[in-house]
């Protein structure tokens, strides 16, 4: 990755600069999803979604509680005035005094890099929160009903910094990006307002429209 997108750390972000942990997943997913949703402020529902908000409902009331000498603190505030990310975290436990970040999906167990962005997102909070280092957390799969251990390495941190400092770019902007226009449309809640089949097929047209209006010098 280019260093020349990477931000220098700051404490003085504003609040239209910051970043909310929750796009960072969308963003990772597709630009075009992110900016419909934390720009247009548009959201549907299919399945998919209303399967995580149920899921997300169980983690999401705050409070404490503690199992086999772990604290487990629920639905927790953070917040990084390094990254300028706010957002909440759905589980934290806390294994000593060390955080361990655990985020609720709804699927089965899977590895995708949008999930592990936004629990890295996550752990660097907890970091600057707490003065601790939190080297992972997991991911819990709520269709199985098993975990996947996230280790935040210096590679995954990185991957972090450069969407966070795209994201940001992105959300200070207007124009959607263009649609993906791939498999992942499929199962997007939002394909009825990104319309990217049509999008695409506009930008297809006005090539072929140019093209075939090009006058070419005789030899």
């Known amino acids: 990755m280019p260093a020349d997108n990477l931000e220098e750390p700051r404490e003085d972000w504003q609040d239209h600069e910051l970043v909310p942990i929750s796009a960072l997943e969308h963003y990772s997913y597709c630009p075009r999803q992110a900016a419909l949703i934390h720009i247009e402020a548009v959201w549907d529902e299919n399945i998919y979604t ?10 999401d009331e705050p409070g404490e509680e503690h199992r086999e000498g772990v604290r487990v603190e629920r639905s927790l505030p953070l917040w990084s005035r390094r990254y300028g990310l706010v957002g909440r975290a759905d589980i934290v436990e806390f294994h000593g ?13 899977r590895t995708h890099e949008h999930d592990d962005l936004q629990l890295c997102a996550q752990a660097v909070c907890l970091e600057e929160m707490t003065g601790l280092p939190v080297p992972r957390g997991a991911i819990f799969h709520a269709s199985s009903k098993r975990r996947r251990e996230v280790e935040f390495n210096s590679s995954l941190r990185l991957r972090l910094a450069h969407a966070v400092a795209d994201l940001r770019r992105l959300l200070q902007h ?11 449309c499929r199962n997007c809640s939002l394909i009825s307002s990104c319309l990217p089949g049509v999008v695409a097929e506009r930008k297809r047209m006005d090539r072929f429209i140019t093209t075939l209006y090009q006058i070419e010098d005789d030899p």
């Not at 908000?53 to 983690?59: G, M, T, W």
């Not at 207007?174 to 992942?184: E, F, Q, W």
Request: glycine share 6%; charged share 25%.
């Open 174 to 184: 207007t124009a959607l990006p263009p649609p993906l226009n791939d498999v992942r």
């Open 97 to 109: 005094p060390t955080p361990y970040p655990v985020d609720y999906k709804h699927g089965p167990r």
């Open 50 to 59: 209303l399967r995580g908000r149920f899921v997300h409902e169980q983690a």
